[in-house]
T-cell receptor
Framework: AQRVTQPEKLLSVFKGAPVELKCNYSYSGSPELFWYVQYSRQRLQLLLRHISRESIKGFTADLNKGETSFHLKKPFAQEEDSAMYYCALVDNYGQNFVFGPGTRLSVLP | DAGVTQSPTHLIKTRGQQVTLRCSPKSGHDTVSWYQQALGQGPQFIFQYYEEEERQRGNFPDRFSGHQFPNYSSELNVNALLLGDSALYLC???WGPGRANTGELFFGEGSRLTVL
């Protein structure tokens, strides 16, 4: 069964510190992996997708098929990064997104 | 472009009642997906509509049904409401499989349903 786990419900770091939000998945095929973010009083929106191999707002994520992980990283956290982050995978047909439970990132001044 | 719009934003129902939630997709999108997000959980896929048909369904009972109209807007209906149906219901739109699908979902702000 498809499943996404995010072990940390809450992650607090100080401004300027590195941050890593963990994501592990289980899927029998080759999924596409995404990170979605929800800032305070905003709707859920795409942050980045693994297929693009892009860096958005300083965040990167590497797909590790051996460890079935897709951790989100940023070398220097900013206060505006405080938000709820959801890791998600989609099946080959791009129709059924499976979301993890989310990690709330709090960047302290 | 207003993006994805949902109505109503909040509603309260009692057990056994029926509810209808509405969604208008982002301009240019032809596919609508519905998600249920319980408190403290990530969104859970209910079903997806494309070309006015249900294309895929998550692990939800038949009490959850939907519809897509020719203008691509959609409705989610839930019958015989249970206390456990209390949640935020999110609508997301995207391009269907017939077009270059980047896999990105555009979400609405949700309809918060409370069942008493």
């Amino acid at each position: 069964a498809q499943r996404v786990t995010q072990p940390e419900k809450l992650l607090s770091v100080f401004k300027g510190a590195p941050v890593e939000l963990k994501c592990n998945y289980s899927y029998s095929g080759s999924p596409e992996l995404f990170w979605y973010v929800q800032y305070s009083r905003q709707r859920l929106q795409l942050l980045l997708r693994h297929i693009s191999r892009e860096s958005i707002k300083g965040f990167t994520a590497d797909l590790n098929k051996g460890e079935t992980s897709f951790h989100l990283k940023k070398p220097f956290a900013q206060e505006e990064d405080s938000a709820m982050y959801y890791c998600a995978l989609v099946d080959n047909y791009g129709q059924n997104f499976v979301f993890g439970p989310g990690t709330r990132l709090s960047v302290l001044p | 472009d207003a993006g994805v719009t949902q109505s109503p934003t909040h509603l309260i129902k009692t057990r056994g009642q029926q509810v209808t939630l509405r969604c208008s997709p982002k301009s240019g999108h032809d596919t609508v997906s519905w998600y249920q997000q319980a408190l403290g959980q990530g969104p859970q896929f209910i079903f997806q509509y494309y070309e006015e048909e249900e294309r895929q369904r998550g692990n939800f009972p038949d009490r959850f049904s939907g519809h897509q109209f020719p203008n691509y807007s959609s409705e989610l209906n839930v019958n015989a409401l249970l206390l456990g149906d209390s949640a935020l219901y999110l609508c997301a739109s995207s391009w269907g499989p017939g077009r270059a699908n980047t896999g990105e979902l555009f979400f609405g702000e949700g309809s918060r349903l409370t069942v008493l």
